[in-house]
């Protein structure tokens, strides 16, 4: 994890929960937050302090404390130790976690280290989902991993929901149909390149769009108004993909145009006509580098990483994580059940 200096601006947002916490050095950064390591005064312990961004809105930063306060300390889902509010700055305060750096545990995890890496993150995910609630977010920033002690911890619980369910809305598949996937202010639907989607002159679809780019699901990237927990799932299936081929990141593309011709080039024309189908879309495109099959899995993580150790049982999983489908995909409770994770349980129930 990388350290950084406290600045006398840093110290000026978080000084109202000083001296009962002593802030030591910056270790992460994003959109909505601050984070510091610090130590705690009382107990002589180190804390993360999260100093949310002024600009979050309120009624996210109520949801999110109202998860921590349902998910956290338990299931490797971490937990809140206390909330400090001083007018428009809040600072939430949760233990410190020393994960190691992912780039670090990819470029020399074996097969055993992997098993362990997402079994901790099934075990969190499958507890968030069991309370009916969707992360929306997953990726390896927001799952710390302590390599030595074999321990993970989910965290950032901004963007979390409850899932909401709509009798017979995508039990079977997708919403009615509603013509082609609708994307705009897009220079790919001004010049209509070689390869472009189909736009009609209905108004553009609106759905959620948690997530970061190249961890979203493809009922995300197609706007389906009804989202379930399948979503953290394929966001583990990427993670899962990431650590064998250890390209990081896989995907990388710069808006859901980008994201849907990336994943099309592995998954071909055939099976991205099934899924839009399925999500009442429709799939039209010429790019050239999209094939009509799809590549397999095995194909991919054997030419980006010829020493990886996978076996038939890790690419079942990989394939039923990362199912366009999202009734099919698999779920967190049936992947901790499944014969990949064989080994690492029988091993824990021998130690």
């Given amino acids: 994890m990388e350290e950084e200096k406290i600045l006398e601006s840093d110290l000026r947002h978080i000084s109202f929960v000083m001296p009962k916490y002593t802030p030591i050095e910056k270790i992460g950064e994003g959109s909505f937050s601050v984070v510091y390591k610090a130590l705690d005064a009382e107990s002589g312990r180190y804390v993360a302090l999260k100093a949310i961004t002024r600009t979050s809105s309120p009624a996210r930063v109520l949801d999110e404390m109202m998860f921590l306060k349902t998910l956290g300390g338990r ?9 400090f509010r001083n007018e428009d700055q809040v600072v939430a305060v949760f233990p410190y976690f020393e994960p190691i750096d992912f780039r670090e545990f990819i470029s020399n995890a ?5 098993k362990r890496y997402l079994h901790n993150l099934l075990i969190a995910i499958e507890h968030v989902h069991s309370n009916g609630i969707m992360h929306r977010d997953l990726k390896p920033g927001n799952f710390l991993y302590n390599k030595e002690s074999g321990r993970g911890m989910l965290i950032d619980f901004g963007l979390a929901q409850y899932e909401e369910y709509s009798e017979g809305q995508h039990a079977e598949g997708g919403a009615k149909p509603a013509g082609p996937l609708l994307f705009f202010n897009s220079v790919v639907s001004k010049t ?7 736009r009609d002159g209905r108004p553009p679809m609106k759905a959620p769009r948690a997530g970061t780019r190249g961890f979203r699901a493809p009922e995300v990237l197609f706007r389906c108004q009804r989202q379930t927990g399948a979503i953290d799932m394929w966001s583990v299936g990427v993670i899962f993909l990431t650590i064998l081929t250890t390209q990081y990141p896989f995907f990388y ?7 849907i011709v990336e994943i099309a080039t ?6 991205m006509r099934k899924a839009a189908k399925f999500y009442g879309r429709v799939w039209r495109s010429n790019i050239d580098s999209i094939p009509e099959e799809r590549i397999p899995f095995e194909t991919i993580v054997e030419s980006l990483n010829p020493w990886a150790e996978v076996g038939s049982d890790g690419y079942d999983l990989l394939y039923r994580m990362l199912d366009l489908c999202s009734s ?4 967190a409770s049936d992947a901790l059940s499944h014969p990949f994770f064989d080994d690492l349980k029988t091993h824990e129930n021998c130690a």
């Avoid at 299931?75 to 909330?83: D, E, H, S, T």
């Avoid at 593309?253 to 994201?259: F, P």
Wanted: glycine share 10%.
């Fill in 75 to 83: 299931k490797n889902c971490m937990g809140l130790l206390g909330c």
């Fill in 110 to 114: 074996n097969l055993a280290d992997i």
């Fill in 192 to 198: 209509k390149p070689p390869g472009y989607y189909e």
């Fill in 253 to 259: 593309s710069s808006d859901d145009i980008d994201s």
């Fill in 266 to 271: 592995i998954f071909g024309h055939a099976e």
């Fill in 328 to 331: 099919s995909r698999i779920t």
